[in-house]
Nanobody, 114 residues
Framework: QVQFVESGGGLVQPGGSLRLSCAAS????????MGWYRQAPGQQRELVAS???????NYEDSVKGRFTISRDNAKNTVDLQMNSLKYEDTGAYYC????????WGQGTQVTVSS
């Protein structure tokens, strides 16, 4: 059973940066497409960035050019570098296997506020 532990969230001013990290358990990590999801207050969880096992990335339109997803298959980690943060980036961020029904981790809270 794969588990996810997210970290790196916090309070940041608009225009600031944060780097989120996710540590995943399991020996099959390198085979999965991994994603970072955001759940804004009162809204459904949405996929904002994904990365294939080979490093191909995709981004939701609102974060293109500002967020960068990366992974280290040797360490079973996937990171999300977030730059030029906006108020609407506020939410709980989760990493997960894209399309999986596995249990979600605790997530890490990102709050963009002046």
């Amino acid at each position: 059973q794969v588990q996810f532990v997210e970290s790196g969230g916090g309070l940041v001013q608009p225009g600031g940066s944060l780097r989120l990290s996710c540590a995943a358990s399991g020996s099959m990590f390198r085979m999965y497409v991994m994603g970072w999801y955001r759940q804004a207050p009162g809204q459904q969880r949405e996929l904002v960035a994904s990365i294939s096992s080979g490093g191909i990335t995709n981004y939701e339109d609102s974060v293109k050019g500002r967020f960068t997803i990366s992974r280290d298959n040797a360490k079973n980690t996937v990171d999300l570098q977030m730059n030029s943060l906006k108020y609407e980036d506020t939410g709980a961020y989760y990493c997960h296997i894209v399309g999986s029904l596995l249990r979600w981790g605790q997530g890490t809270q990102v709050t963009v506020s002046s």
